[in-house]
């Protein structure tokens, strides 16, 4: 069974630009997380969907973040426009909605540095 | 409010055992193990749920201690490949399977 997709792996901009990250869960799941997390911490949740309603984006900097999941599949997070502190890895994780409780499964993640 | 990790830091000779804790102040449906490694992505290693069931992955094993609201990760016997930081991520009964991390463990298992 195929694993959490993400791409880009690694990225690099400047602060002001805008910049995309794109995920594709594990088939079948309908929950679908996106979180932040900084060198040396915890991941910390950003937004969690489930099929394409948002369930919780309470943590989501909705200023200058924006996520979607239009066909309640893959996902897109989006930051614009990006601030040194966005620097972190991004991770992706699904879950089915099956069982309680859930088991999360992470993609590799994506590596942002904002210069 | 996340939990808390301790100790923040082991350093372990192979053969060695080792006790992670993971303590909250709210009352806890289940705790969700990972480990990750450097560079990679945090790999599930166990839930426990509340009621002071026990699991086991290899000779990683976990406790849930309800009345505390706290979990424990033993590692037994450490392995070089144990090394990582293993994160606890807690879960509150209705809280729509949202997991909050704590700051996490590093674990330098050497030969």
């Known amino acids: 069974e195929a694993g959490v997709a993400q791409s880009p792996r690694y990225k690099i901009i400047e602060k002001r630009q805008s910049v995309a990250f794109w995920c594709n869960p594990i088939?079948?799941?309908?929950?679908l997380y996106w979180y932040q997390q900084i060198l040396g911490q915890g991941p910390k949740l950003l937004i969690q969907?489930?099929?394409?309603?948002?369930?919780?984006d309470s943590q989501l900097p909705k200023d200058r973040f924006s996520a979607e999941r239009l066909k309640g599949v893959d996902s897109t997070l989006k930051i614009q426009p990006a601030k040194l502190e966005d620097s972190a890895v991004y991770l992706c994780?699904?879950?089915?909605?099956?069982?309680?409780?859930?088991?999360?499964?992470f993609g590799p993640g994506t590596r942002l540095l904002v210069l | 409010q996340q939990p808390v990790q301790s100790p923040q830091a082991v350093i372990l000779r192979e053969g060695e055992d080792a006790v992670i804790n993971c303590s909250s102040s709210?009352?806890?449906?289940?705790v969700h193990w990972y480990r990750q490694k450097h560079g990679e992505a945090p790999v599930f290693l166990m839930i426990?749920?509340?009621?002071?069931e026990q699991k086991g992955h290899e000779k990683i094993s976990a406790s849930f201690n309800e009345k505390k609201q706290q979990s424990s990760l033993y590692l037994t016997a450490s392995q070089l490949s144990y090394s990582g930081t293993y994160f606890c991520?807690?879960?509150?009964?209705?809280?729509?399977?949202?997991?909050?991390f704590g700051g996490g463990t590093r674990v330098l298992v050497k030969p």
């Open positions: 994780a699904s879950s089915s909605t099956s069982g309680s409780p859930k088991t999360q499964y």
């Open positions: 088939s079948g799941h309908a929950t």
């Open positions: 969907f489930q099929n394409n309603g948002v369930v919780d």
């Open positions: 709210k009352a806890l449906y289940s």
């Open positions: 426990l749920l509340k009621g002071g």
């Open positions: 991520g807690t879960e509150v009964r209705a809280a729509g399977n949202k997991l909050t």
